[in-house]
């Protein structure tokens, strides 16, 4: 019997479609902070009373915040950063992760070193971060510890909260054994598979005690 319909068969995306679903990603942690803008101007246009208008206007600023902080992450972890055979500061990887992750719910431990990093390792410790923040939706801590030194450091990160789990097939995507569906969600593993062949390295995921492991190496 043929198995051509299975899941772990589909085909992959050509370079057109995943450019277009990365899009779709960005445009989807986007929608929700420019609309809270739209809102907070839209009662700041109805002349509201005082108490309203700065609801409105602490709307607005919170969410321009968010917004900015989202989209200097997605340009780091999906865009070009820089020209072929660029070099990253995991210093400014760390404050993006930090802006763009630590809300209130989830905090990071950050246990690398500072240093310059080929740009596609830097990409794929932020997307790896994006994975395992997926393990604790009720939030939690993500600790980030180095595998090696260097140019060639590799990474581990822990994810512990309430309830954390393993995402459905989300484990597959990175291994390989399953093709990503045509939606912004299963391609963002996808492409952190595809970062991590690009750097010689297979990405994993699995539960440890209580924790859920992402690790490169």
């Known amino acids: 019997m043929s198995d051509a319909s299975s899941p772990a068969t589909a085909t992959a995306p050509d370079m057109l479609e995943l450019a277009a679903l990365l899009c779709s990603r960005v445009c989807h942690d986007l929608i929700s ?10 009662v700041l246009d109805d002349d509201p009373k005082p108490e309203d208008r700065e609801f409105a ?14 989209l200097q992450f997605c340009r780091l972890a999906f865009g070009a950063a820089g020209s072929s055979g660029a070099q990253i500061d995991l210093g400014d990887a760390q404050t993006m992760a930090r802006g763009h992750i630590e809300d ?5 431990t950050w246990n690398l070193p500072r240093l310059l990093l080929p740009k596609n390792r830097v990409k794929l410790l932020l997307n790896m971060l994006v994975v395992a923040q997926h393990t604790i939706p009720r939030g939690g801590m993500l600790t980030i510890d180095p595998i090696g030194e260097g ?5 581990r990160i822990t994810a512990t909260g309430h309830n954390a789990r393993l995402p459905q097939n989300i ?5 390989g054994e399953r093709g990503p569906a ?6 963002q593993p996808y492409y952190t598979r595809l970062l991590a062949q690009a750097c ?7 539960p440890e005690g209580e924790a859920i492991i992402v690790s490169a190496s």
């Open 151 to 155: 140019e060639t450091m590799s990474f």
């Open 171 to 175: 484990s597959e995507l990175l291994s």
């Open 104 to 108: 209130g719910k989830c905090s990071i």
């Open 33 to 42: 902070p420019v609309g809270a803008i739209v809102n907070g101007l839209e």
């Open 182 to 187: 045509a939606d912004a969600h299963a391609i």
């Open 200 to 206: 010689g390295l297979t990405v994993t995921l699995k």
């Open 57 to 70: 206007l602490e709307l607005i600023r919170k969410s321009a915040k968010t917004a900015s902080a989202r």
